[in-house]
């Protein structure tokens, strides 16, 4: 089992529509979550991180399920702008990060 | 600078011939980390060094891989003796204690 896994997609939604991502991790020492957007032939930048609590920015909210394990990004009202591959990443304190493979969302007009 | 340099942003090279890459972290940032990325592909780790400890080789593809970083900061990775399938894109990132990694842009290299 991989340490993060995530479903590859491709996520087609037209625009406006509302999309989410889950992902799982296995090691349950994981205290840190990242959601990174990746465009095509890019580096990969920060989106946000998942807090416990739950967090929201703008039309993005990041979830965390600690006893399932899991991560989850939701993404309201698409905008084109959006299409992106969408990386999951998970830390143990102290240790190397952990990236999920990916989502590939497209968002159609 | 404010944020993560690499260098050079593109090399080509000859099949054999040795690289090496260069990363410039964020000031105080004490992990780095080497990546690489074919296109359409997932991130690769490569290796990792944080703080004085020993660095984590474990993505190391093979011997002729290497990096060091030197004083804690800036940190090279070389690559002897390229093969074509060592095309890709080199990342390197740095971060501080839990905090999210950032990037730079990347070295695209190319073996012909």
């Known amino acids: 089992r991989k340490e993060v896994e995530q479903d590859p997609g491709p996520f087609n939604v037209p625009e406006g529509a509302t999309v989410a991502f889950n992902c799982t991790y296995s090691?349950?020492?994981?205290?840190?979550f990242f959601w990174y957007r990746q465009d095509c032939r890019k580096e990969p930048k920060l989106l946000m991180s998942?807090?416990?609590?739950?967090n929201e920015d703008g039309r993005f909210t990041a979830q965390l399920n600690r006893a399932s394990q899991y991560i989850s990004l939701l993404i309201r009202d698409s905008k084109l702008s959006d299409s992106a591959t969408y990386l999951c990443v998970v830390q143990v304190t102290n240790r190397k990060l952990i990236w999920g493979l990916g989502t590939s969302l497209a968002v159609n007009p | 600078g404010a944020g993560v340099s690499q260098s050079p942003s593109n090399k080509v090279t000859e099949k054999g011939k040795d690289v090496e890459l260069r990363c410039d972290p964020i000031?105080?940032?004490?992990?780095l980390y080497w990546y690489r990325q074919s296109l359409g592909q997932g991130l690769e780790f490569l290796i990792y060094?944080?703080?004085?400890?020993?660095?984590?080789k474990s993505g190391l593809p093979s011997d002729r891989f290497s990096a060091e970083r030197t004083g804690g900061s800036v940190s090279t990775l070389t690559i002897q003796r390229t093969q074509q399938e060592d095309s890709a894109v080199y990342l390197c990132?740095?971060?501080?204690?839990?905090?999210?990694?950032?990037f730079g842009d990347g070295t695209r290299l190319s073996i012909l």
């Open positions: 060094f944080q703080g004085n400890s020993a660095p984590d």
């Open positions: 998942v807090y416990s609590s739950g």
């Open positions: 090691n349950s020492a994981s205290q840190s």
């Open positions: 000031s105080g940032h004490t992990a």
């Open positions: 990132a740095s971060s501080f204690g839990n905090q999210p990694q950032h």
